[in-house]
């Protein structure tokens, strides 16, 4: 089910896996790969992300990509590299398009998603069953990569 992610890497950044999770039918979650964002030139951590592969109502709203900069690292396009990277591993498992969202107000995270080709379908409600919902984030902005 999971594949050899050791060609994630571009110029400037790799992504190290540090875990995978299985499909939990129960808690709606799909098979998920978790990575480090790791810079090339010294192999410091920048950041974490994760794909999570399919579609369901979970990734519908919560999407399919999640990313994390140091806050010491941001400002380098580090998330948006990143994302390119997945989308690399999202068309090895065959997916036809990529999910990912962010809270209307996160300025930086929107302008990742850009940055990574993506493009924006609209600002929808989380339904109320929905983690992020009862995290308090009732809306989200979706964006949509088709590969």
Known sequence: MFFDTTDLRDQEIYLRLYRTSD????????????????????DVEVGQCD??????????YGGNIGYEIYESYR????????????LLLAKKHKMDKVIITCAPENIASRKTCEHSGAELIGIIDRPTWHELYKNGQKKTCQYIVRL
């Open 23 to 42: 499909e939990n039918i129960e808690k709606g979650y799909v098979p998920a790969y978790y990575f480090k964002i790791v810079r090339c030139v010294d």
């Open 75 to 86: 400002g380098n396009h580090y998330a948006s590299k990143a994302c390119k990277l997945l």
């Open 51 to 60: 794909l999570r592969i399919g579609h369901n109502d979970n990734t519908k």
